[in-house]
């Protein structure tokens, strides 16, 4: 496909997100400016990321640093001006963490205070190199369905991670992010991320976040106070297109 369809296509994909959003926050009672949209560009090339970027997206998110690291050098490269804001929304392994904070402003997967030193351990190191000048906004990553294999934290031990993680110096605590359990009714189990992120804020006022949502379930996501929701499929199609 060429750029002028690929761009029209993806313009077409965005207009109908854009609207089931705004459908969603109408019928929560909530403004549209409350939630942002964070396009997943995992597996898409470069290129994609970049007409996004034109078609006025803003924020950008990637499941994997070893893909995430060159595609976003080349999207500055192809958009000098653009300056997305990258989120990491995969699970991290810390090896990765001096990598992602060279081009990640934002972790939304953290889950363990090993992976919180980790992290604060890079930035240090970042700034030092003067890589960056700002901490790492970082969500935990809630489990709600305790498979050890989707990663994600305990709700019972998301305070005590909290705590940790405003400690480290270098991570600002934005708030929680979940992935609905599979096969499970995504409004019950956001309604549980809701009443954890409550909780979360009678300590951390500032960690007001709560991202939650995806192509399939971003509507039950928004009524029950999801403030960012992720999205993939619905914008940029199915996976056969694969970064090179």
């Known amino acids: 496909m060429n750029t002028v369809d690929r761009k029209a296509e993806l313009a077409a994909n965005l207009a109908e997100v854009e609207a089931r959003i705004a459908a969603a926050c109408r019928a929560a009672g909530r403004a549209r400016d409350e939630v942002k949209l964070v396009a997943v560009t995992k597996t898409f090339p470069a290129s994609d990321a970049a007409l996004l970027t034109d078609l006025g997206v803003v924020h950008l998110g990637e499941n994997r640093d070893q893909e995430a690291g060159p595609k976003a050098a080349e999207v500055a490269g ?76 305990p709700l019972g031990e998301l305070a005590a991670l909290a705590e940790h993680v405003t400690h480290t110096g270098e991570l600002r605590l934005r708030g929680l992010m979940a992935v609905a359990p599979l096969g499970a009714d995504p409004a019950a189990a956001f309604e549980r991320l809701a009443r954890a992120g409550e909780r979360l804020r009678e300590d951390h ?23 960012c929701v992720r999205v993939g499929t619905a914008l940029l199609g199915g996976r056969g297109l694969a970064s090179p």
């Open 78 to 153: 192809l958009r000098p001006d653009a300056a997305p804001h990258w989120h990491l929304v995969g699970r991290l392994q810390r090896n990765k963490a001096r990598s992602v904070v060279e081009w990640a402003q934002e972790v939304q997967s953290l889950d363990s205070a090993r992976l919180a030193d980790a992290l604060a351990k890079a930035v240090r190191a970042a700034r030092d190199a003067q890589i960056r000048d700002e901490p790492l906004d970082v969500l935990i990553q809630a489990s709600l369905d305790d498979d050890p294999e989707r990663g994600g934290c």
């Open 205 to 227: 006022p500032n960690a007001a976040d709560v991202s939650a949502g995806m192509s399939h379930d971003l509507e039950q996501a928004i009524t029950h106070g999801s403030t």
